[in-house]
């Protein structure tokens, strides 16, 4: 008996892992199964996910098995209830499937969702400062995206409430370990207002063609501090009056 993978890594939550198990006699010999025959094999997973197994025309059994969790699997084919020699094999790398937005966060910490007191936080700021959200993407099962997972589209903008217009928003993906084991995928979305006003803040996931709006917020965009390099004075007509009470300063 053999177990024959069709591949050990590079699967994800987001697709079945699947492999053959092919009978063979004593003399190593393939010895195709029967409908029957198959009601006696037993495929165990670890961890723990759904199986299901099918006979092929070739009497081989084709096994797959969907994981909700990003781990390393192992499996063990039984017969009769007996473990098959040959029939054990681990290491079927599963990495966190695609980001899904009803479980992917906005956060201050890179660990827990932005909260009424972070939105306060956020709600005011000065022109020029640039500010930070992060974003921890998960895919549908809350597995938090690793290294290995394909990047997310995370998508920010920045909208003057009053004009209309958009201001500067770039987003950073940032490889960190968050538990002191793997390593994964944080987004920085960086903001920044030069000109004072109430703006808005979209933090979105792209989703196929779709966007999913993971938040938004209200910002108030205030002065910032003063900088006597960027400091200038500014004329209030174009000629100097004398004995009106006040000196107006010719274009300087």
């Known amino acids: 008996l053999a177990v024959s993978p069709n591949t050990e890594k590079g699967f994800s939550t987001a697709e079945n892992v699947a492999f053959e198990v092919v009978m063979k006699d004593t003399n190593n010999i393939v010895k195709p199964l029967t409908t029957a025959e198959l009601a006696n ?8 996910a759904v199986v299901t197994t099918a ?6 059994v084709a096994v797959e098995f969907t994981a909700q969790s990003a781990a390393d699997y192992s499996v063990q084919v039984f017969y009769n209830d007996v473990a098959i020699q040959g029939g ?41 400062q640039v500010n930070t959200l992060k974003v921890v993407a998960k895919d549908a099962f809350g597995n938090i ?58 933090i979105s ?22 900088v006597a390099a960027k400091t200038t004075l500014v004329p209030i007509s174009t000629a100097a009056t004398i004995g009106s009470g006040h000196l107006c300063l010719r274009g300087l």
């Open 88 to 128: 054990a094999r681990s290491g079927f790398t599963v990495s966190a499937g695609p980001a899904a937005g009803v479980n992917t966060i906005v956060s201050l910490d890179a660990v827990n969702v932005i909260d009424s007191a972070g939105v306060a936080q956020i709600s005011t700021a000065l022109a020029g």
């Open 41 to 48: 094999v037993r495929v165990s997973v670890v961890p723990s």
């Open 205 to 226: 996931l792209g989703e196929g063609v779709a966007l999913t709006q993971l938040g938004l917020y209200d910002i108030d965009i205030t002065a910032g501090i003063f």
């Open 145 to 202: 995206q690793d290294a290995s997972s394909a990047r997310a589209n995370i998508v920010a903008t920045l909208t003057n409430k009053a004009t209309g217009s958009t201001v500067g928003v770039t987003v950073n993906v940032k490889d960190l370990s968050l538990d002191g084991e793997g390593v994964y995928h944080v987004y920085d979305v960086e903001y920044t207002a030069k000109t004072a006003g109430t703006y808005t803040l979209t």
């Open 55 to 60: 006979l092929t025309p070739d009497g081989t």
